[in-house]
């Protein structure tokens, strides 16, 4: 089964479950009152939910999507890990990227490539 707590970077572990089954709508600040000190995950780094959304000071969240949505707006750009960065496109200029299979890749020498 998926870990379902993960989204573009952002860790949200067993608090994900416990903002879902919050009772909404909530104000901003009693949201942070009782979960604020959550901490969340992104690519190693960790914060709080207070650190990260309260500067929003938003009035109420109506649903746990709009926390979420809160939480993946005020994320910054290191969550989701290297910009522009796929697999699938030409190495950039410089770059250096070893195919799979490539003679350097010990063991790999009768691996296929599609």
Known sequence: MPDDSRERGVELGGLQETLESESYPIGHDELLEK???????MSGNTTTLE????????????????VEGAIMNMVSDEAIGRKNYSDRTPPAS?????????????????????
Not at 51 to 66: F, K, N, Q, S, T
Not at 103 to 114: A, H, L, R, T, Y
């Open 51 to 66: 650190d990260l959304i309260g500067p929003l000071g938003e009035d109420e969240y109506r649903d746990y999507e709009a």
């Open 94 to 114: 410089g770059e250096q990227r070893q195919d799979e299979g490539g003679p350097d890749q010990g063991g790999q020498e009768e691996q296929e490539s599609f």
């Open 35 to 41: 979960h604020g000190d959550e901490t969340i995950e």
